[in-house]
């Protein structure tokens, strides 16, 4: 039973517009959510995070808006750049130790 | 970047055989996890530790074992390796404190392939 669910597996954007990375998620415990990006052969590195008292937080490029009525999250990357083209995955905790994580959405982004 | 270190990076072994792989921290980050990451699954929790010689099982923790010993290392052994764990293996950390979630940061992995 997947509790974290990215639906879109890839995701094609233009350099300079927007890239919208979405995820969902089925338990209402949960209280804190995060973004990661991979790279290839490497390990993921943490991007952005939200609390579940919050709705929206910002970080330069990278905004994160959550939506606990819908349990929807998303990722906003604007402008997106080429270096932005990576394996994004989000993650959710339930005020415990653990990340549950998405399956990843591939962000590929183009001239 | 948060000082973790997997080793060895690579290795192939044959089924049946066990293997032991390492992660390293400097960090002295109290929390230590180890994942495995498969296509169109993520990276799902194989086993994690809280402290030394404090652990405890993820989601997908049949076949593994792992030690800490000290606050510095986390090992995950494969007891007798199988097709099936043929994976990458992501080590993480983090600094949690009481009250306040910290994210976890994740050394470089460990692609291991079993034939």
């Known amino acids: 039973d997947q509790q974290v669910k990215q639906n879109s597996p890839s995701l094609s954007v233009q350099e300079g517009r927007i890239s919208i990375l979405n995820c969902d998620y089925t338990n209402s415990m949960f209280d804190y959510f995060l973004w990661y990006k991979k790279y290839p052969a490497e390990g993921p590195t943490f991007l952005i995070s939200?609390?579940?008292?919050?709705d929206k937080n910002e970080d330069g490029r990278f905004t994160v808006f959550l939506n606990k009525s819908a349990k929807h999250l998303s990722l906003h990357i604007v402008p997106s750049q080429p270096g932005d083209s990576a394996v994004y995955f989000c993650a959710a905790s339930a005020n415990t130790d653990k990340l549950i994580f998405g399956t990843g959405t591939r962000l590929q982004v183009f001239p | 970047d948060a000082g973790i270190t997997q080793s060895p990076r690579h290795k192939v072994t044959e089924t049946g055989t066990p293997v032991t792989l390492r992660c390293h921290q400097t960090?002295?980050?109290?929390?230590m996890y180890w994942y495995r990451q498969d296509p169109g699954h993520g990276l799902r929790l194989i086993h994690y530790s809280y402290g030394v010689k404090d652990t405890d099982k993820g989601e997908v923790s049949d076949g593994y074992s792992v030690s800490r010993s000290k606050t510095e290392d986390f090992l995950l052994t494969l007891e007798s390796a199988t097709s099936s764990q043929t994976s990458v293996y992501f080590c993480a950390i983090s600094g949690r404190t009481s009250g306040k979630y910290n994210e976890q940061f994740f050394g470089p992995g460990t692609r291991l392939t079993v034939l």
């Open positions: 960090e002295n980050h109290r929390y």
């Open positions: 939200i609390s579940s008292i919050k």
